[in-house]
């Protein structure tokens, strides 16, 4: 198979199967899925209506989402994963292939492939870490591209203007804000694009020793709002909250 396909990443959710477990392959040069994936995962499947036909996973890295959506539903669901890193698709298709499920695997940046499709379920998982962290994080090594701005916004914006136009008439948005991006504006597009924003998941995590290790990086970038962090007990944590959104706001 294609070169880089080197680690392997145990994926295991007890909701999926009985306690099936999934391995994916990992890069080097695509991101490597996180605790974010997992609540993603939980959150898109209570997202799930009855009988879809079409699913997104929109920043799909190594195609876990898409696979374990592929997994949850019938045969002849269309189940589309997307990324803007060629290495990413070539490696969620891989994936796929490996785990016996089909899914339309194609490259570009946010809805570019998917002009003029809709879906019933939206699964948004583009870079949205501010960006002057997310390269010292160890999340996004720089062969895995982020660009979400100094507050990390850039990309989840454009994604609400646009996912109205690519969700069926009862399609749902789902989508992660963590702290260690500027929240606020993101939520307040999202309630003015979709008649319902519901808070599906929320998880704490203390800031990691990459995080700790540029301080004073943080420390700018709380004081500027581009993040926001709070003490819980003696340590400086950050959250990563999954919303879910529908019904088109007409403007
Ligand atoms: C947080 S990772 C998500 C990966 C995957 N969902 C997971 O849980 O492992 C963000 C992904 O967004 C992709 N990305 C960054 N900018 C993008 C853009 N403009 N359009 C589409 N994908 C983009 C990156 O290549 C990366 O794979």
């Known amino acids: 198979m294609t070169t880089g396909l080197s680690r392997e990443f145990a994926y295991r959710d007890k909701k999926l199967g009985d306690t099936e477990a999934i391995t994916v392959a990992t890069a080097a040069d695509v991101f490597y899925p996180t605790s974010t994936t997992m609540l993603l995962l939980r959150a898109a499947r209570r997202g799930l209506v009855q009988r879809p036909r079409a699913l997104l996973d929109l920043g799909c890295g190594c195609g876990i989402v898409a696979i374990v959506l592929a997994k949850c539903v019938e045969p002849d669901v269309h189940v589309c994963a997307s990324d803007l890193s060629a290495a990413a698709v070539r490696l969620a298709r891989y994936n796929a292939r490996r785990q016996g499920v089909r899914i339309d695997c194609q490259r570009g940046s946010l809805f570019e492939p998917w002009v003029g499709r809709r879906f019933d379920l939206i699964v948004d998982d583009v870079a949205g870490v501010a960006e002057p962290l997310a390269r010292v994080s160890g999340w996004y090594p720089r062969s895995v591209p982020s660009d979400a701005g100094r507050d990390g916004t850039r990309w989840v914006l454009s994604v609400l203007d646009a996912a109205p136009d690519y969700l069926a008439p009862a399609g749902r948005l789902v989508f992660p804000v963590l702290t260690l991006s500027r929240e606020a504006p993101v939520l307040a597009r999202a309630r003015a694009r979709f008649s319902a924003v519901e808070l599906v998941e929320?998880?704490?995590?203390?800031?990691?020793?990459?995080?700790?290790?540029?301080?004073?990086?943080?420390?700018?970038?709380?004081?500027?709002?581009?993040?926001?962090?709070?003490?819980?007990?003696?340590?400086?944590c950050w959250a990563t909250r999954i919303y879910a959104a529908s019904g088109r706001v007409r403007t």
């Open 202 to 236: 929320e998880q704490w995590y203390p800031l990691t020793e990459e995080l700790l290790a540029h301080v004073a990086l943080v420390e700018e970038l709380v004081a500027d709002g581009s993040i926001h962090l709070e003490k819980r007990g003696t340590r400086w």
